[in-house]
Nanobody, 119 residues
Framework: QVHLVESGGGLVQAGGSLRLSCLAS????????IGWYRQAPGKQRELVVV???????IYADSVLGRFTISRDNAKNTVYLQMNSLKPEDTAVYYC?????????????WGQGTQVTVSS
């Protein structure tokens, strides 16, 4: 199993920046993909960015050019650097990873961290 713990959320003014962290533990060597999702109340959960198994990344159009994902394998940590934040970025942000078992993905989620952007 994989355990994921997010941190770094908070309140920031529009135009500001935050960096989120996701600490992974457990079977981290088995992780296939890892990334970030977000969800606002009453809204669909949406993909923010994912790192694929080959190291490539996919960003949502809404964050492209403003958010950057990175990872520190020595610390088993993935980061989400968020710049030029907008009120519509307000959401609970979740770290996500999956593991392939017989080509079937098993999903793991962090507890979420709140990001609030004021106008």
């Amino acid at each position: 199993q994989v355990h994921l713990v997010e941190s770094g959320g908070g309140l920031v003014q529009a135009g500001g920046s935050l960096r989120l962290s996701c600490l992974a533990s457990g079977s981290t060597s088995s992780i296939n993909t890892i990334g970030w999702y977000r969800q606002a109340p009453g809204k669909q959960r949406e993909l923010v960015v994912v790192i694929n198994s080959d190291g490539s990344t996919i960003y949502a159009d809404s964050v492209l050019g403003r958010f950057t994902i990175s990872r520190d394998n020595a610390k088993n940590t993935v980061y989400l650097q968020m710049n030029s934040l907008k009120p519509e970025d307000t959401a609970v942000y979740y770290c996500h990873a999956d593991i392939l078992w017989g080509l079937v993905p098993i999903d793991y989620w962090g507890q979420g961290t709140q990001v609030t952007v004021s106008s």
